[in-house]
C-alpha cells in the first residue's frame, strides 16, 4: 500500500459514496431514506429505538431522517400510548406507494450494478465484506 494507490479499505469507502450517488440517481431517494422506509415495510409499527438499531443508526441521525419522512406523509411516528417516553414509527400510505412505485427502479440498480460479475466474484467478495464487517463489530465492541 501507497500513499497514492487506496488500500481495500479506502476503495469499499470510496465505492460506498458511489453506490449512494448511484442510488440516488436511479431510484430517486437517498438509500438511508430508502433503507428506514424498507425497514418500516418489513417490521411493520416499531419503536424508534429498535428502528435505531435494525438501521445501525445512531437515534439522533435517525430522528433527523424520520422528521422529514413524516412531514411528506411517508411515516408515521406516534408516542408509545403504553410508555410516552418511546416514539412509534410506522409505514405511512405515502411511504407505501413510494416503495411500491420505485421497486422497480431499485431492481434495475441492482440488475445494472451488479451485471457481468461472476458468481465466483461476488460469492468471494460477499465473503470478505462479512469478514470485515464482523471485524468492525467487534472493534467498535458492538
Do not use: C
Request: hydrophobic content about 40%.
Amino acid at each position: 500500500m501507497t500513499d497514492t494507490q487506496p488500500n481495500l479499505l479506502q476503495q469499499l469507502g470510496r465505492s460506498g459514496r458511489a453506490m449512494y450517488g448511484a442510488f440516488e440517481n436511479q431510484v430517486g431517494q437517498a438509500l438511508p431514506r430508502w433503507r428506514a422506509l424498507k425497514a418500516l415495510e418489513e417490521l411493520g409499527q416499531v419503536s424508534q429505538k429498535r428502528l435505531a438499531a435494525q438501521l445501525q443508526m445512531d437515534p439522533g441521525a435517525l430522528t433527523r431522517l424520520l422528521k422529514p419522512l413524516q412531514a411528506e406523509g411517508l411515516v408515521r411516528r406516534d408516542t408509545d400510548p403504553v410508555d410516552n417516553r418511546h416514539t412509534l414509527v410506522s409505514l405511512d400510505d405515502g411511504g407505501r406507494a413510494l416503495l411500491a412505485a420505485a421497486a422497480p427502479q431499485r431492481q434495475e440498480f441492482f440488475r445494472q450494478a451488479l451485471a457481468d460479475i461472476e458468481p465466483a466474484q461476488l460469492e468471494t467478495t460477499l465473503r470478505v465484506l462479512k469478514q470485515l464487517e464482523e471485524r468492525f463489530r467487534r472493534m467498535s465492541g458492538r
